[in-house]
């Protein structure tokens, strides 16, 4: 939905995903947009895929980067934790963009505006958990809330704007059909 929309106000978007074998929404856009859009292999929990990432986007300037990767992990009980998938909740979650974002600093240091954007999740607030369970994703958004506070520190005398985005409960694989939030209106209110 972020390139959808993306595209349609005129930007070049460099995507990045999992499987871009599996990325079927993306191919008809990419017919429509021609040039305008490049869909490459990323996986966020990889550092040699997100350096090839970087080296193939960063050979100019970056506006802005969105680091839209996640996963959910399984939602246990404090008694149930899985620590191997909360080790790889936390390495895609919030290692990944921290990950991403050093790579694709080069390229963003050449662009306009440099704007980094972090999708988080209300459940990674202290102060908004009154439910408990969730471990490894509210553990692991909580961490990226966290990387992103100081990145935005470190990186803020260069001019950057980093910031954080709460998609809202949207109705993606990953929140079901249930959710409240359908994903164009999510991606709307995130881009405004």
């Known amino acids: 939905e972020f390139v959808q929309q993306l595209l349609l106000r005129g930007d070049t978007v460099e995507a990045g995903v999992r ?17 305008r859009l490049r869909i490459h292999a990323l996986d966020v929990g990889d550092d040699a895929s997100v350096r090839a990432f970087a080296t193939n986007v960063c050979t100019g300037p970056v506006d802005v980067l969105i680091n839209n990767a996640g996963v ?15 080790a790889r909740t936390f390495t895609i979650n919030a290692l990944g963009p921290l990950r991403v974002t050093n790579a694709m600093l080069p390229g963003l240091r050449q662009g306009a505006l440099r704007r980094v954007a972090h999708v988080t999740s209300r459940m990674g607030s202290l102060a908004a958990n009154t439910d408990g369970g969730a471990y490894a994703y509210r553990m692991s958004k909580a961490a990226l809330n966290m990387a992103v506070r100081s990145m935005s520190t470190d990186l803020r005398p260069e001019g ?20 409240t939030l359908p994903a164009p209106d999510s991606v709307r209110g995130m881009l405004r």
Do not use: I
């Not at 499987?19 to 040039?35: D, T």
């Open 19 to 35: 499987s871009p074998e599996g990325a079927r929404r993306l191919e008809p856009l990419k017919q429509k947009a021609g040039n």
């Open 72 to 86: 959910s992990g399984l939602w246990c009980a404090l008694g149930d934790v899985d620590y191997a998938d909360m």
């Open 160 to 179: 950057f704007v980093t910031v954080l985005l709460h998609p809202g409960w949207v109705q993606t694989d990953m929140g079901g059909p249930d959710a």
